[in-house]
């Protein structure tokens, strides 16, 4: 029933214009997918209200958006260059690659993999006999350990060409723009650095739909802080993080917390939880990490490039680290959970219950018949009341039953038709995608009611 669903979901998500493969024409790429029409207005929707829950509505948390392409002396001081990497295995038989951890995991359930050297995971999976998820064959090399970061060049002449990477991960522009904001901005502890943005990571693991990916986009937030009092703001990151999934209509049912063990600990991190949620493969895993990342970023990145990092409190003239508490919100792992969660099947009928202020479509207009050209000029009227407030759909295709059953599929929350009694007294026909409830307004009160 799981594979059957995810099967769902990536049939409605490339026909209704939410996911495509990507390069589909050449055949593809593994791990790459252009967000659609609706997907990328979706996408747009979760961003602007991260950005409205987590920097609008909280002073003490500024806003940046730092460079992709950084110094290569960033990721070298970060640990980046050296630390960064997964232990691949390589079929003998297809030469495809696969990260030895998923492989254990996507076949060994209830065997834990965190932390484990390389000849471990070879040894679990020899004992197993775990066959290749491409061809089937068991032939492995050893487990060894590969960079994840993406490599590029700067510079057109090869001479003179520098080494330098993709980002992989945001919170590395936040730390080394620490100083900027805070001599812009003069905040007071404690205070945020929030992010919006790509990263990249050379994944080869197959990737469950958009799940893993080549390039994914990250919602994070440094929050700095004295040491003294970092499990208090711990707590209440925690729930400022499940509420905001949880109010978007996810099913705590299917949400956990999960605290890493000291095997999977990063090296900088005290403490480190992720919320994770119940997939339709392989069951619960990460879809957010909330860690205690300590003063290590600030006070490496300060060796490192040699510049004082330190903050001054206004108020005592003392210089210090602050400590951070990382709270770090995956864009497109939401954008997949909330599809799952809100793919209902109901009596024949397929809609996604996704919250109004996600969906793509706050609203769809219908003139009930395209060949009159009163009611259609009518519809026209109200489509251009709401679309400046709201994303809209305009839809005079087929019968009404069809729209509906179209709408539904792509979670537009209300449907409005304008008829021949619109003419009459100004009224429309407005549907609840949920309750299939429909009622009579005035076209007055039509941005009243979806608001």
Known sequence: MADKLMDKIVSLSKRRGFVFPGSEIYGGLANTWTYGPLGAQMMRNIRNHWWQSFVVSKPEIYGLDSEIIMSPKVWEASGHTSGFSDAMIECKKCHRRTRADHLIENNLKDVKVEGLPTEKLDEIIAENKLPCPYCGAFDWTPARNFNLLFETHIGIVPETESLAYLRGETA??????????VQSMRPKLPFGIAQIGKAFRNEITKGNFIFR?????????????????????????KELMWNWITDLGVS???????EHTKDELAFYSIKTEDIEYDFPFGGFKELYGLAYRTDYDLKNHAEKSGVDLRYLDPTTNEKFFPHVIEPTFGLNRTFLTLLIDAYIEDSGRVYLKLDKRIAPYRLAVF????????ITNKAKEVFDLVKDKYPTAWDDRGNIGKRYFSQDEIGTPYCVTVDYQTLEDNTVTIRDRDTMQQERIKIDDILKHIA
């Open 172 to 181: 590395q522009g936040m730390f080394v723009n620490f100083l900027q904001v």
């Open 213 to 237: 990916t080549l390039e994914f986009e990250q919602m994070e937030i440094e929050y700095f802080i004295r040491q003294d009092n970092w499990e208090k703001h711990f707590d209440e990151w």
């Open 252 to 258: 705590p049912a299917k949400l956990r917390w999960r």
């Open 367 to 374: 003139p009930l018949v395209r060949n009159k050209e009163q």
